[in-house]
Structures are given as C-alpha cells and as structure tokens.
C-alpha cells in the first residue's frame, strides 16, 4: 500500500490512469522467478530500442515496467535481483552475435559459447544490479525516484565503459542512431549524456501516475520539462542539420575495398594468396573515377609487411599514383618476440610511410587476461597474445588530412577517439578498419556501424569505415551516411572525403565533462529532497 500524500491539485482519476495504477500494481505484487522472469522480458524490450531495430518509444514501456517492478522489492538484495534480471534480458538479446565468433572454430571453443551467451551478459548485467540495489536502499519516491534511477542508470553505463578496460556496447543513447535531430546532441553532451536524457524521458511516467489512478502535477510537470529539453535538442539538431554543407576535401577520392571474406577462410593457409589476390584484383577494378587512396580491412594482409619485401612490392602495383593503399596487417619484432595488430600506409614505390599499432586490445580476442591463472587461448589464430600500441593518436599520411586510425573496436570509446579537440592535434577524420566477419550476418555488424557513426557526430570529423564483410561506408560530421557498402557484399566504393567542422564540438573539446556535470547535478536534486523530508 502506498504511503506517499495525496495532493489536493492531483487530478482526478482518468481511465489511462486508473489502468496504469493497476499496471503497476500487478507488477508490485510479483514475486519470485515471476517477477524474475518480467525483469528479463523488460530488458528484451529495452534492446529493441536500440540498433538495428531503433524502436526507441518502447523505452516508455522498459523503465517504467523496470521501477514498478523495483516497486515491490524490499530491500536492496530484492531490488539487485530485480535489476540483475533485466540487465540480462536486455545483454543476452544485445550480445547473442559474440557466440558467432566461437562457432567460428567451433571445435576449439564450442566450450566457451555458454559463457558467451549467458556468462558475459550475466557479469555485465551487474552494473544494472548495482544500480537498482543502490536505488533501492535510498526509498525514493515519485520525482527524486525518477531522478536517481536515471543518474545511477547513466552512471552503470558509463562505468562499464571505463573499468576492467571498458564495454561500451549497446549504450541507451544510441537509440536516437535512426532519429537525426537527436542525434545531434552527442556533439554537445556524448551518448552518454544523451542516454541520461533518455531514461530520465522514459521513466517519467512512474512519477507522472498515483497509486489511486490520479496524475501527479509534480510528475507531470517533470515530464513535460524533461521532454520539452529532449524536443528542443531534437529541434536544435534538425536545425543543425539544415545547415549542415557538404563540402569535401579536394583532391581526394577514396576506395573502400570490402572483400568480403567468410572468416573460416580468412585464416586458411592455402587460401592466403587467393584472398590476397583478391584485394588486388578489387583495388584496380575501373570505376567511374580514379581513386587517389585505396583502404583495406583490419589485417587484410595477413603476413608482417616488414619482412615480405614481395607482398609490399605487389601491393605498390595497385597503388594509384601518387597515392597510398592503407591496409591492416600484423606487425612484428623478433627480439624480443612481439607483434602488434596494424595498420600501414604503403606508396607506389612500396615503402611502408605510416603505421599505427591497435592500443585498445580485445580481451579473450587479442590476449588473454590473467594468462598465467587461466588456461586458455586467444581465438584469434597464434598463441602469442599481440601488444598494445601508444594511442590514440594523429597519423599524417601523404596526400590526406591528418587522420586518428583506429583498428576494430577502438572506435566504441566515447571521448577516446582521438589525441584531442586542440587545433594541433585534433584529427580531420576518423579510419576505422575492422573484420566483423566474426560475427556473420547478424546484428552486431550493425550495431558496431551504428556505434561508429556516432563517434562522427561527437567529434565533428568525417569517418571512414572499411570491414571485411561489411558494413563499410563514409560518415560525415553530422552522422550522414554518404557512401556504404552493405553486410554480407562484395565490392568497392568511390567515394569523396567529406571535411571536418571548422572547430571542434564542445564534446571534443571536454569530452564527458558536461555529461558528469549532469549526473553530479541530478544527484543532488535526488537526494537533496530525500533529506529534506521530516524524520519521525
């Protein structure tokens, strides 16, 4: 029974209302594996907010189904469970696509899909635990519930990006990928911050309705200012867009080159020298325009090009004059014994003229955490675990704007892009090579598209995709897709170099600063009215 005061300017109770109230009822008085189980189902919900679905206005439905099952979990051990369970629904439907890469040697690793499918989502579903059990212990009500249960949500996010090296997948921000106004926010306060707009949007309605069926003009009132900022930045960014020009850089044409490869052939032996062939045979295709600067995938080249003075020598066959062929291969020294995941620049006299190692490694994919305790291997083939690079950073390349390289999935980590929003070593575009043929034709090609067409907008520079099965494509500063390739085809696009904005955006320039600002301002809004209620 509920115990919060009946305002005497709450409205009487409506038929949406008064149904609502017995909504959340109903779920209050769940318990054990039903209340479990309508956890997990929200959380399934919550994912199909997010790429490549985008149905964002189901988060109307995830949150609030989320805090008025927390509703009926006393406790913070209750109330964990109850978040645990969701952020299960909503991992296990985001991440399935991970198990695709096991099956890829299924004979080796078919132990490690259980561990993938469930294992991974469980242990990232502890942030969400920890932030209702957190919610659960300040017995918040109506409005300041609302609030905290946003700031704690956006922090779990953001801490699951940054501890244990950080996954930043599947963050709520990116549900305004298929809406381009709101999309523009991310240049101002991150995805981070825009997903902090969002539950805070989402979850209003628990505040906005009564237990008896009467509309709370605080709740109300909340949501309608909540929503009037998330529609004046949609508004805001609408506008930006139309003024957005498409200018290019002169000069430069740019071939995406995506082979799409099965990755069961990728790294067979005696399918090497087809494959490479390949890549050529794609590179000096003709086309409607002559490219300047040709790009392949992450490690298209799969021997070290240091010591393969022939592979550089067939790769300056295909370089366009005066041009480059930018491709990703491994990189190795022998004494002592280390090799990097890389990209390099190779000119038309074969002449490695610009490297860039990989600095965020994958763990389990590029090396094993804790080596010396677990006795297991990378799934990437080779059983020495690669080094890390020094990055990010600014590449100059020969006939290109200066460029930050980054390899895989550097690219899912907001405000670490780049070498920085100062004019000297801000970057003019973004180059993201990567082999998502890992993960077949599934959503996670799609999502990581999506995740890096963010990074765009945040930044204020173009990026330039190129994946081995796909999705590879052109992004300029504003998130438009200028050229693609789709997942699972086999060609190459021509495409132009759009240019950067002329200054860096605010996210550039402080990167999650704002968006931790606004978490630290809600908080106290939060818990400021928590201790201001009278003690009895």
């Given amino acids: 029974m509920s115990t919060r005061p009946v305002d005497a300017g709450a409205r009487s109770p409506t038929g949406v209302g008064v149904r609502l109230a017995a909504l959340a009822a109903s779920l209050r008085r769940l318990s054990g ?44 051990r209750a109330a964990f469970a109850v978040g645990w369970w969701f952020g299960l629904g909503f991992f296990v439907t985001s991440l399935y696509w991970i198990a695709f890469a096991l099956a890829v040697d299924l004979a080796s690793f078919f132990w490690m899909i259980p561990f993938a499918v469930v294992g991974l989502p469980a242990l990232l579903a502890l942030f969400v635990g920890a932030a209702t059990a957190v919610l659960g ?7 300041p519930q609302v609030l905290a249960f946003a700031v704690l949500w956006a922090l779990a996010e953001w801490l699951r990006g940054t501890l244990f090296t950080g996954f930043p997948w599947q963050l709520i921000g990116y549900g305004w990928g298929g809406w381009a106004g709101p999309l523009q926010a991310v240049s101002l306060i991150g995805v981070y911050g825009l997903g902090l707009l969002t539950v805070l949007t989402a979850a209003l309605p628990v505040a906005a309705i009564r237990d008896d069926g009467r509309w709370s003009p605080a709740g109300l009132a909340a949501g309608a200012l909540t929503l009037a ?24 044409v740019l071939r995406l080159v995506q082979p799409n490869i099965d990755q069961r052939d990728k790294w067979d032996r005696d399918q090497l020298p087809h ?71 190779i000119d038309e006299t074969g002449a490695v003229v610009g490297t860039y190692d990989k600095f965020h490694l994958v763990p389990f994919g590029e090396y094993v955490p804790l080596r010396g305790i677990l006795p297991i291997e990378k799934i990437t083939p080779g059983r020495l675990d690669f080094s890390a690079g020094t990055g990010p950073r600014t590449l100059a390349l020969p006939g290109l704007p200066p460029v930050s390289p980054l390899i895989c999935y550097e690219v899912i980590f907001p405000g670490a892009v780049s070498a920085g929003g100062a004019e000297a070593t801000r970057p003019a575009w973004l180059l993201n090579l990567t082999n998502d043929a890992w993960y077949g034709i599934t959503a996670g090609p799609h999502q990581h598209f999506a995740i890096a067409r963010t990074r765009a907008v945040e930044e204020g520079v173009p990026l330039v995709r190129v994946a081995t099965t796909g999705i590879s494509g052109v992004v300029d500063p504003y998130g438009r897709v200028t050229a693609r390739l789709d997942l699972g085809r086999r060609g190459v696009v021509d495409a132009d170099l ?39």
């Fill in 229 to 252: 900022v998330l529609v004046a930045l949609g508004g805001w960014g609408a506008a930006r867009l139309g003024g957005a020009g498409d200018e290019t850089v002169p000069g430069v």
């Fill in 33 to 76: 594996w039903r209340r479990w189980a309508v956890a997990f189902g929200f959380g399934a919900v919550a994912t199909l907010a997010l790429p490549p679905v985008y149905a964002t206005p189901l988060l109307l439905v995830a949150f609030p189904g989320l805090l008025w099952l927390l509703g009926g979990a006393h406790g913070a």
């Fill in 498 to 536: 759009p240019r950067a904005l002329d200054g860096a955006t605010p996210f550039a320039r402080w990167g999650n600063g704002l968006f931790l600002l606004a978490i630290g301002g809600l908080a106290l809004a939060a818990l400021g009215s928590r201790l201001s209620r009278p003690t009895t």
């Fill in 275 to 345: 494959l490479f062939a390949l890549h050529l045979e794609l590179s000096r295709q003709p086309g409607p325009r002559q490219p300047t600067h040709i790009i392949w995938p992450e490690t298209a080249v799969s021997w070290p090009l240091d010591g393969e003075p022939a592979i550089r020598e067939a790769i300056a066959s295909a370089v366009p004059p005066g041009g480059l062929i930018v491709t990703g291969a491994p990189r190795v020294e022998r004494e002592p014994l280390r090799v990097w995941n890389s990209l390099s620049a």
């Fill in 137 to 143: 212990r300040l017995r918040l009500a109506g409005v």
